[in-house]
């Protein structure tokens, strides 16, 4: 039970939803709560299968599919995530604007990169190796949806408190989006740290 527990913490802690507030402050402006709610189920459809995907068959798709080594992920998702990181870090929370682009399925765009990333796409596969197929998909879907809830939530917040006091908003997303830019830098460290690690081991 303690490593299931690690392992959704794992995960949970990559899903940070009051940090995903900053990656999704435009969506939480221009949807209504209904309208938010569609959009977040939808994404978190496509996230919970791509990551159920990877935590079954991740050393399967690395080594038979795309013929190349987890390490080689790693180490390219954490030269990704610096680069998200260096957006957040000078540019703020309309980064991730620039990052999702203009899609007409919102839903996808928001899966990928908010939900679906380097790091989500790595703890799932770590995931998947420490635990049976069943076991791995349900931590996987367990972590998605309490995320997500948790998103719900602040959106409700949200749009409480903005009408009576944007600035305290606009402040607690100017603050988040720095604290995001060195989150994310960390994790990027660590990435590619262990992908070099792991390489080395195995060459």
């Not at 987890?70 to 610096?82: E, L």
């Not at 190796?129 to 972590?143: E, G």
């Not at 009576?164 to 990027?188: D, H, K, S, W």
């Amino acid at each position: 039970m303690a490593e299931i527990l690690e392992s959704g913490s794992l995960l949970l802690a990559l899903l940070n939803p009051f940090l995903l507030v900053v990656y999704l402050v435009d969506l939480f402006k221009s949807l209504d709560h209904w309208q938010f709610r569609r959009v977040l189920v939808r994404a978190g459809v496509i996230a919970g299968a791509t990551l159920c995907s990877f935590a079954v068959l991740g050393e399967y798709i690395f080594t038979r599919v795309i013929h190349a080594e987890f390490a080689s992920f790693q180490i390219f998702g954490g030269i990704v995530f610096v680069l998200i990181g260096l957006q957040f870090m000078f540019r703020g929370p309309v980064a991730i604007e620039i990052l999702r682009g203009q899609s007409v399925h919102v839903a996808g765009a928001v899966a990928m990169p908010v939900l679906i990333g380097p790091g989500t796409v790595s703890a799932s596969v770590v995931v998947g190796k420490a635990h049976p197929p069943l076991t791995a998909c349900v931590i996987v879907l367990s972590a998605i949806a309490l995320s997500l809830i948790i998103v719900l939530l602040l959106k409700a917040v949200h749009d409480y408190v903005r009408p009576r006091n944007e600035a305290l908003v606009e402040r607690y997303v100017e603050i988040a989006g720095r604290v995001t830019a060195l989150y994310v830098g960390t994790i990027a460290v660590e990435m590619i740290m262990q992908g070099v690690t792991s390489w080395l081991r195995e060459n």
